[in-house]
């Protein structure tokens, strides 16, 4: 079919005013964010900016993760990422999990072999599934519960990664009772131990104050069969 005989000059041509706004606010999204893989990210993003949801974006430049040579899966600042735009209405579809997890270029077998770990049917508790995610990211379950207080405090980085007492006490709880070992009687003194750290009366979990506690760490060693879960869960 021959082209039409129409030119187009540069009058012709209308850009969008907040086109260049756009496209500046995109490329450090990108720049902060480092997805392995542009094109599927830029969908992602493009998606969530045009139906007004969260974007897939960290809040700052993981250095260690930027200049690394292997791509280790989830981080903590995707992990955030997650959070944001899955936690809002407490549980998901194990589509929509799926959907955003591969938007954030995350290795599928990752998100299968945590799925599978926790047992999840079609819909999932976001809290359970951020759980297991902290798990991923710690070596113990002490690391590990650390990196939830850091990903879910409003304190600033490098603060005491307050986090409300009932949400730790969720996250701890959950990963207790997952892998069967752990008794009720062991999550019931571990917790009430903690009660004298707690602050009040926010009933805050500050992660600087119990890191001196040697009784704390000590009763977080017991768990034994943390070494083994948190392989699986990194696989």
């Known amino acids: 079919m021959p082209l039409p005989d129409v030119l187009y000059c540069s009058q012709q041509i209308r850009i969008p005013p907040e086109l260049p706004d756009i496209l500046k606010n995109f490329t450090r999204a990108a720049i902060r ?39 280790t899966g989830l981080t903590p600042g995707l992990l955030k990422i997650l959070h944001k735009q899955l936690s ?7 589509e929509e999990l799926e959907r955003t997890w591969k ?10 072999s945590m799925l599978s770990l926790g047992s999840f049917e079609s819909e999932i508790t976001w809290m359970e599934f951020f759980a297991l995610g902290c798990s991923a990211l710690g070596a113990n379950l002490q690391s590990s519960l650390k990196f939830a207080c850091e990903i879910l405090t409003n304190d600033e980085e490098g603060g005491a990664a307050r986090i409300p007492f009932d949400t730790f006490v969720q996250i701890y709880t959950y990963l207790a009772h997952l892998d069967g070992v752990v008794s009720q009687s062991h999550i019931q003194t571990f917790l009430k131990s903690l009660q004298p750290q707690v602050k009040m009366p926010k009933f805050l979990f500050d992660t600087r104050r119990t890191a001196l506690n040697s009784q704390i760490k000590k009763m977080w060693a017991q768990l ?5 879960f948190s392989s699986k869960v990194r696989e």
């Not at 938007?103 to 998100?111: A, F, I, K, R, S």
């Open 33 to 71: 964010t480092q997805p392995k893989d542009v094109l599927v990210w830029s969908a992602a993003y493009f998606h969530a900016l045009a139906d007004g949801d969260t974007l897939p974006v960290k809040e700052r430049l993981e250095m260690n993760v930027a200049t690394q040579k292997t791509d």
């Open 103 to 112: 938007g954030l270029c995350l290795p599928v077998e990752q998100l299968e």
């Open 88 to 94: 809002p209405k407490e549980t998901c579809s194990k």
């Open 224 to 228: 034994s069969f943390w070494n083994n």
